[in-house]
């Protein structure tokens, strides 16, 4: 089994910074894309950001610019920065990671999720 674990939410202020980070763990052979979504209430999960294992990384227009992905590769960690924080981004957070396990089977893995508020 595999499973994800976020941390890093929180309150921040309009204009402030958090960092997300997403440890998977579990009978991991490697990993070909992770990514983090978001959902606000009432909305829709979307995309916030991907990243695959040669390092391509792909952002949503309304983060781009603010918000960094990345991954450590030796641990299976993947973060997320994120500056200039709005109240529009306020939304519960969640890793997502395409696992081949060791038996070559590859699945898709969610995280708990991790609360971000923008609030002043």
């Known amino acids: 089994q595999v499973q994800l674990v976020e941390s890093g939410g929180g309150l921040v202020q309009p204009g402030g910074s958090l960092r997300l980070s997403c440890a998977a763990t579990?009978?991991?052979?490697?990993?070909?894309?992770m990514g983090w979504y978001r959902q606000a209430p009432g909305k829709q999960r979307e995309v916030v950001a991907t990243?695959?294992?040669?390092?391509?990384?792909n952002y949503a227009d309304s983060v781009k610019g603010r918000f960094t992905i990345s991954r450590e590769l030796a641990n299976n960690t993947m973060y997320l920065q994120m500056n200039s924080l709005k109240p529009e981004d306020t939304a519960v957070y969640y890793c997502?990671?395409?696992?081949?396990?060791?038996?070559?089977?590859?699945?898709?893995?969610w995280g708990q999720g991790t609360q971000v508020t923008v609030s002043s």
């Open positions: 990243i695959i294992t040669g390092g391509t990384t």
């Open positions: 997502n990671a395409h696992v081949v396990s060791r038996s070559y089977l590859t699945n898709v893995y």
């Open positions: 579990g009978s991991i052979l490697s990993i070909n894309v």
